[in-house]
Structure formats: C-alpha cells, structure tokens
C-alpha cells in the first residue's frame, strides 16, 4: 500500500475522527489464558503474507482451532441480513461463524483486504493475532490517536477502515484500500466483526450509483427544512397536494435519517446482534461465551441510545399531526408512523433476546448504562467509510 496515500487519507479525516460518535465497542473483553487443548500455538503454520514465525503465547482458544474458511463464499448472492434494510454475503459471514481465526484472515487477505496487528507490549500472554504482521507505523499512530489514553475508558480492540470512490461516467462505486487492524491480544469475535464491516460495505459499493454520506446529509437537512416551512404553510383551507408535500418531505427526511443510521449505529447494532444470534444456536465457535455476550448487551444498547431518542422525537412529531381532511396525506402518515413503531420494537426485542439467560450480569450493565461513567465501560470502534462526519444537530430531529 502507497504510505504517502495512507497518509493523505488519514490527514483529510483526522479531525472528523475525532467528532464521530458513530461507532463504539463495550470494553468488557477478558483475555483467557491457559494452554490450548486443540493445537499447538506455534509457527508449524505460516500465512502467505505473516511473518517467518509467531507465538500466540498462552491462549485458551487458539485461532488455529476451526474449519479452513472456504473463500469461494465471498461469491456468494447478496442476501437481506434481516436487520433495517441492510444486506450482505451471508453465505461468507456464515463461512466464519466455525472457521478458525487463521483461516478467516488468509481468506480475507486474498480479497485484498489489508490486515494488521496492533502490538501490545504491557499485555497478558495470550497475543492471539500474533500470525499477522505488525501494522506500518502510520497506523500505529493513527491507532493511538483514536485509543484512549486513560485506562478507565477502555481499550481499542478492532477498526475498520474504507474509502468509497465512483467513477464519475459509469457511477460505478469502488472501495479502496479496505483495511481491519487489530489488537494483538483481541480475538475471533471482534475479528468476525470487522469483516461483517467489510460485506456491508462491499454490498453498499455494488450498489449503482450508491448515495455518498455527504449527499444524504444534504438530502436530510434539505428535506427537513421543508417539511418545517410546509407546515408552517398548511391550514385547513390549503389543497391536498400542499397536504401530500408535507408528508412527502418527513417521508423523505426519514428515508435519508435512517439511511446514514443504518451505515452508522444500526450496522453496529446488526452485526452484535447476529453474532449474538448465532452463538445461542451453536452456531459461533471459538469465542468468549458469556464474556462476548455481555459485551454484546452493552454494545447493542449504547448504539439503539445513539438513534432511538430522536425516533421518539421524530414519532412525537408525526403524533401531533392531525390530516384526516387530506386522506391521501393521512395515509402516508399513518404508514410512517407505523414504521417509526416498527423500527423501535424490533431494536427493543433485539436487545431483550440477549438477556434472559444472563440476567444477573444485566442488572449490572443496566446500572452502568445510566451511570456518569457509562462512556468509560466501552472501547471505541470506527468504520471511516468516506471520513465523512455526520452532523448530528442538524439531521437529527
């Protein structure tokens, strides 16, 4: 990879980094240690592109352990992830659910994905991604500006990163110089959740003419303002179609709004929840159980607060409306409303299904969630997509 490139991409999004909310981790990975009872963690395997040798040290799950990934899943049809609207190769996200760690980054490297390790020098033994190589220093820097200082407000595990690029003729959208680093010390789960990153934004690329963050942006703020002048505008003697316009621009704002979640928080949200899914029907093997679940909680909780306070907002709106003389705008208003509702209660129902079986962890992490200190139980996790901020005061309602 050109590493003055690197460093135009990094200098461009530096600033924006640093005002992004979009994307946070809850920190409570525990690194298990104890000799592997599956494989010996030493260098008897080498990836075509990690270094000579490694030593894992003294992990309880070794990421030699699992099936070889097959790559020819990353072929496989787009398919709905079930989760607002989003979509991505399932056959290659179920691929990693039992390969090993190992296989999972070979396969990914050879779509030409970079992968680097973040070494840990004041760590425990367990370095799990010790088979890939260290990260360029450009990476390494960027990776201690965005990991906080302060112990109490937890650790960087995992960071993806990419950059849309569209041809301006054939508006086909490329991405460029996808790349996932790594703490050397984190392990599979977070591995398989920046490669779900990866599929949702290969699937965004292969989309004709894909609307960048910023034209969302401009759509939102667009579409707001006028629903806000429009209705200032409507009384009961103005026509249907000023009626129809009003609730064509809170349909559009909403489209928009739930687009750029949906690329943010919500994608977040996604991915937990699947691996979540997927690990209470046996389906995930090789990860921290009860440790990575409650992580989950954490993690699908703080990002469901990133979007559903202005859901309601949004929602409370919509209820104040009163458009039964209109009846083409009442319905459109009615069917937005409904999907606002929709929307909230699968976010509430994702979360419930995680805590049943580990209830008292929960009433734990529920006190820490309305707590001062709730930002400091979580690492920070970024997707930099086109390092384009969102501008939360303006778009959010």
């Known amino acids: 990879m050109p590493i003055a490139k690197v460093i135009r991409y990094f200098k461009q999004g530096s600033t924006l980094l640093f005002r992004s909310s979009l994307f946070v981790l809850l920190l409570m ?3 298990q240690c104890g000799p ?14 990690g270094p000579e ?44 659910l039992d390969s090993s760690s190992y296989s999972i980054v070979d396969a990914l490297y050879r779509q030409n994905v970079n992968l680097y390790r973040i070494p840990q020098t004041n760590s425990q033994n367990c370095q799990y991604f010790d088979f890939i190589f260290t990260a360029p220093e450009i990476y390494q820097q960027q990776w201690n500006v965005l990991n906080p200082r302060s112990t109490r407000r ?5 960071l993806f990163t990419t950059f849309f690029e569209k041809n301006p003729s054939s508006l086909q959208v490329t991405l460029n110089q996808p790349t996932i ?18 599929l949702f934004a290969k699937d965004r690329a292969s989309q004709h003419n894909m609307p960048f963050k910023r034209e969302l942006e401009a759509h939102a703020l667009r579409s707001k303002n006028l629903a806000v002048l429009t209705k200032n505008q409507l009384t009961s003697n103005s026509p249907s179609s000023l009626a129809d316009q009003l609730m064509d ?3 559009s704002f909403w489209d928009a709004n739930f687009e750029l979640d949906s690329r943010g928080p919500l994608e977040e949200f996604t991915i937990e929840s699947l691996l979540v899914e997927k690990f209470q029907l046996n389906q995930l093997t090789g990860v921290n159980g009860d440790t990575n679940i409650r992580q989950a909680y954490f993690y699908m909780s703080f990002n469901a607060r990133e979007v559903t306070p202005s859901y309601r907002r949004f929602l409370q709106e919509l209820e104040e409306l009163n458009l039964q003389q209109w009846p083409s705008a009442q319905r459109k208003l009615d069917l937005l409303k409904a999907k606002i509702r929709s929307t909230l209660s699968f976010i509430e129902e994702k979360i419930q299904l995680v805590t049943p079986t580990h209830r008292p962890l929960f009433d734990i992490a529920d006190a820490a969630l309305d707590s001062n200190d709730f930002e400091f139980a979580f690492q920070k996790h970024y997707d930099l997509d086109e390092l384009r901020n969102r501008h939360q005061l303006f778009l959010k309602w």
């Open 53 to 96: 040798s490694f030593n894992i040290g003294d992990c309880n799950l070794s990421p030699l352990n699992g099936f070889d990934f097959d790559s020819n899943t990353f072929n496989g049809p787009t398919q709905s992830s079930g989760y607002f609207n989003k979509s991505l190769s399932l056959q290659a996200f179920h691929e990693a």
């Open 36 to 49: 592997s009872n599956k494989e010996n963690n030493s260098n008897d395997k080498r990836l075509g592109f």
């Open 181 to 198: 680093l790594l703490r050397g010390d984190t392990q599979k789960w977070t591995l398989v959740h920046e490669m779900a990153h990866y």
């Open 249 to 251: 621009h809170y349909q």
């Open 29 to 31: 990975t525990v690194i």
């Open 154 to 158: 937890g650790r960087l595990l995992g």
